[in-house]
């Protein structure tokens, strides 16, 4: 499967296009990822995005959120649909 074939499959349960090649990515390289990675990944600032982006995540199941040590937040992405 190539990487635009896994976007599109992410497109079609509901995610923009930046949205779905941020998560295909990061579930080629084991799942786990930080907020900085999504912001810096959009070209955006830290703000509403990431967090629109992040709880909506967690909201449908297909990712956990585990708070680490400075309260560093770090997400898996498991959903076995995805």
Same mark, same amino acid.
């Given at each position: ?8 499959? %992410? ?11 941020? %998560? ?15 912001? =810096?990944?959009?070209? =955006? ?9 992040? =709880?909506? %995540? ?5 990712? =956990? ?16 649909? %995805?």
């Amino acid at each position: 499967m190539t990487h635009n074939e896994r976007v599109a499959a %992410l497109e079609g349960w509901g995610y923009g296009p930046r949205q779905s090649a941020f %998560l295909a990515m990061v579930m080629l390289h084991g799942g786990y990822f930080v907020r900085r990675q999504v912001t =810096r990944f959009f070209h =955006r600032k830290d703000g509403g995005v990431a967090t629109a982006f992040l =709880r909506e %995540l967690v909201r449908r199941g297909h990712a =956990r959120v585990a708070v680490c040590r400075r309260r560093t937040c770090v997400y898996h992405v498991y959903a076995r649909q %995805l």
